[in-house]
């Protein structure tokens, strides 16, 4: 894990652990700005949603690069799927892949549903992950299939519908989310708070807890939240 972040609290009035604090709240869960200010101050820390806005727009990019960058290495069946969402009344598409484990590998928000857009999220996870995937199940769309002959990428490409359920639903916090911000504004604020919410939701994400113990589980969720204090500096807190 990485050493502490003091230094990104630098001229703050409220400790590190406040604003780490709200930061967790406002990606972990589906929460509004005013409903992490309630939360707050029912806990006696009286602070704007306004300010805690600018929390997650700093402070959030700086965490969630840190946990993709010390993550452990993903899996190598990758599951990519698009889902239409309206931004400023206009359609946009959202796409993602998710490892055979339900990690999510990247997100990208594009106006095309067509081969540029699947070609470009594609470059994008190559340039992230550095390797290309043993197997690629995407559904019947022809987009992935041109833009994996463009790339001339000698990868195994399965189109099933039925075999991207993982990828369908990654979307499903996306869903719940455009209902508490009552949609997203911009192309571009969406892009900033799925890449953030995404990153946080994996180091949270538990394959398979149906199959867990309740033990298995507790332990899970401790190692993530310890993971979660040296990430944001906040150790010596716990």
Known sequence: MPPPVNSLYRRHRFPPEVIAYAVWLYFRFPLSLRMVEEMLAARGVDVTYETIRRWAEKFGRDFSSNIRRHAPQRGDKWRRDEVVVSIAAKKHWLWRAVDQDGFVLD??????????????????????????????????????????????????????????NRAENSHQPTRRRERIMKRFKSARQAQRFLSIHDQVANLFHLPRPEHQTANARRAHRARAIAAWREITGTARAA
């Open 107 to 164: 997100v990208l928000v594009q106006s095309r549903r067509d081969r540029k857009a699947a070609r470009r999220l594609m470059r994008k996870l190559l340039r992230k992950t550095a390797r290309a995937p043993r197997v690629m199940i995407t559904d019947k769309l022809p987009s992935y299939g041109a833009a994996r002959r463009d790339m001339t990428l000698k990868v195994e490409h399965r189109q099933h519908k039925g075999l991207i």
